[in-house]
């Protein structure tokens, strides 16, 4: 059973290393046996996982940032990258009157360009050396249902879902699965204040588990979706949030 779950060989790749999540996918990744290379604007902060890791600068809105990725990496490992984390995001918090047109294009800039970037280089690569390959986009519940303040992570998020249906169709004749997590809200230092709020209390008795998500929640979704456990699942989108997004309270 293990060996199905098994990344002993590959390549892995996880954008927005540098924040909570990407770290925690990096190191799950290069604890299932993958060859790492966790990839951030701040490169300096990302999580140091030792042999068989490297970090690599990337901004992932710039496409010679994203080349200059890629080519590093294969550099690096002597071998494409066969799986794809594409988890780098940010968000702006505006009403939507309020909410500027470069606001709201700076975040689908990131969360979905930068994403469409990120997967269209590496399958480029993967049909290039005919191998075949996973990519998991990270989405949210957010581009499922919506909360105020949010609309340009809601649409970009809502994109990345619909790019993830369609890049996994147009892929899967060279191997290529392409598969999305839609995480509910998960515990970090930056939402902690948040959720021991009235607010946030108010938030979470939405959530049918009555708690945050962890970043272990997601370890399980993301080892299936990386590895040959999942070799039937392309145009997928796991739902990791404690069934919040089918509450309609």
């Known amino acids: 059973m293990n060996s199905l779950f098994s990344l002993e060989g590959r390549v892995a790749l996880v954008t927005g290393a540098s924040g909570t999540l990407g770290g925690h996918f990096a190191r799950v990744l290069h604890e299932a046996g993958a060859r790492v290379a966790l990839a951030a ?7 140091a996982l030792g042999e ?16 200059a990725c890629f080519a590093a990496v294969e550099a690096a490992f002597g071998a494409p990258c066969d799986i794809i984390v594409n988890n780098a995001g940010i968000a702006v918090t505006k009403p939507v009157l309020q909410m500027s047109a470069a606001d709201y294009d700076g975040v689908l800039d990131v969360n979905l360009r930068g994403c469409f970037l990120v997967a269209q280089e590496g399958a480029r690569r993967l049909v290039a050396a005919k191998a075949a390959g996973s990519i998991v986009n990270i989405a949210s519940i957010l581009g499922l249902r919506i909360i105020p303040g949010v609309a340009g992570y809601t649409a970009a998020k809502a994109g990345l879902l619909q790019m993830t249906r369609q890049m996994a169709v147009e892929f899967a004749r060279y191997g290529i699965r392409v598969n999305a997590i839609a995480p509910g809200y998960i515990a970090s ?29 997601l370890t399980g979704p993301l080892l299936l979706l990386a590895s040959a456990a999942g070799a039937h699942m392309t145009g997928a989108t796991i739902t990791v949030d404690g069934g919040h997004s089918i509450n309609s309270l």
Request: hydrophobic share 35%; net charge negative.
């Open 41 to 47: 604007r701040r490169v300096e902060a990302v999580p």
């Open 52 to 67: 068989g890791s490297v970090a690599v600068g990337l901004d992932v809105t710039q496409p010679d940032s994203v080349l």
């Open 189 to 217: 230092d930056i939402n902690a204040g948040f959720f021991e709020s009235e607010p946030g209390q108010a938030m979470l008795k939405r959530v049918p588990q009555r708690r945050l998500g962890t970043p272990d929640d």
